[in-house]
Each structure stands twice: as C-alpha cells, then as structure tokens.
C-alpha cells in the first residue's frame, strides 16, 4: 500500500497561471477530502468526495478553485488563476468510512509568485 | 457547526517534565483522533477515541475523552526531544469530514 500519493510535491508558479494538483487515494477508500494550510489560517477544508460525488465544496474559497473526482483512483484540484495569497501546503486526505480517520499525502506546497 | 478550541497554541517544555494539551469542541460527536505533525511534513494518525472515557496510551503520550464535557486531553510524561512536533485533535463533524484544532506546536528543550 502506497498510501495517499499527491504530485507534485513542490510546486512554483506565476501570478495568473493555472495550477493543477493532483491526488490518487487509497485503493478502497471512497472519500477524499482536499485541506489547504497555512500558518495564518491553519487547516481548512475546502471540498470533500464521497464515492467520486462532491458532498460539500463550502470551502472553496473561490471559483477560481475547482475539483474534480472522475474516478475511484483520481482527484485533482485546480486554481485558475493563481494568486499569491494562494501560497499554501495542499493536502489531499482519504478515509474508507465508518468510524476511521483520515489517511494524509504527503502534501504539495505551492507558491505562487 | 462544530468548533474545536485547542490549547495552548504554542508549548515550551523542559525535557522530563509532563504537560497536558487540551481539546474542547462544541456539539456531540462520535469519534475523536489526535494527529501529530512534523515540521514540513504530513500528518500523521496517532489516538483514535471512540467513546467516553477512552484512553489510549503509546509510549509517553495518553490521549483520553470525556464526551460529557466535550474535552480530549493528550498528556505528555518525561517529555523528550523527539516529541517536538504540532499535534491537532479532529472531532467528527457528520457523516464524512473531521474539524480539526487550531494545533499545539510543542517544542521540547534539552
């Protein structure tokens, strides 16, 4: 079991590109949440999946954020286009239901220049 | 909607000495996990807590629940350097999702 894989890890861009992050979870596990953290504002949970189905997007901060979850095995997170105040560490993080917890990657740090 | 208070947000702390981080959260939950984050890192699962009164214990770190006062604590005993890290409790929030603490950064001094 690989656990949770996120690519890329590290990630530098200019203002006003697009920025894809990509995440595969566990196989068998059929939610999938993407977290964004900073030190300013901790851990906050923008969209979360259960079995490839959005459940809860309230914390996109805005429509320049998206994601998409088109298959069991795949998830990616865009920010279109990217500003600085999008720096941050991604994390993308999967559970297989009940009473368990998350599984975290590894994280993709962004920053954007 | 679920709040969780962590605190203290920053822990200086003698290496021997203990030291307690708490968690309070403010609706009825069912589950609790304890997280621990090395800096640069990613999260790692510590205490899962499932019930009043839990306690769980894995070398110097006990973590428990009291569901009546919606408090989790993590206790530190002879604290060492390796402990140095972030830990986050997550209350379950629902079906699907954790909310999860501010955090405690505690930094363990020779």
């Known amino acids: 079991d690989a656990g949770v894989i996120q690519s890329p890890r590290h990630e530098v861009t200019e203002m006003g590109q697009e920025v894809t992050l990509r995440c595969k979870p566990i196989?068998?596990?059929?939610?999938l949440f993407w977290y964004r953290q900073t030190m300013m504002r901790g851990l906050e949970l923008l969209i979360y999946?259960?079995?490839?189905?959005?459940?809860?997007d309230s914390g996109m901060p805005e429509d320049r954020f998206s994601a998409k979850m088109p298959n069991a095995s795949f998830s990616t997170l865009k920010i279109q286009p990217s500003e600085p105040r999008d720096s941050a560490v991604y994390f993308c993080a999967t559970r297989s239901g009940g009473l368990y917890g998350y599984t975290f990657g590894s994280g993709t740090r962004l920053t954007v220049v | 909607e679920l709040k969780v208070e962590q605190n203290p947000l920053f822990l200086s702390m003698q290496e021997g000495k203990n030291y307690t981080i708490y968690c309070n959260y403010s609706t009825t939950s069912d589950r609790l996990y304890w997280y621990r984050q090395d800096p640069g890192k990613s999260l790692e699962s510590l205490f899962v807590l499932l019930s009043n009164g839990a306690v769980k214990q894995e070398g110097r770190l006990m973590a428990s629940l009291d569901t009546k006062a919606r408090l989790s604590t993590l206790h530190i005993t002879a604290a060492v350097h390796d402990l140095s890290a972030t830990y986050f409790c997550?209350?379950?929030?629902?079906?699907?999702?954790?909310?999860f603490g501010t955090g405690t950064r505690l930094k363990v001094l020779a």
């Open positions: 196989s068998g596990h059929n939610s």
């Open positions: 997550a209350v379950g929030s629902g079906t699907y999702k954790y909310i």
């Open positions: 999946f259960n079995n490839n189905v959005p459940i809860d």
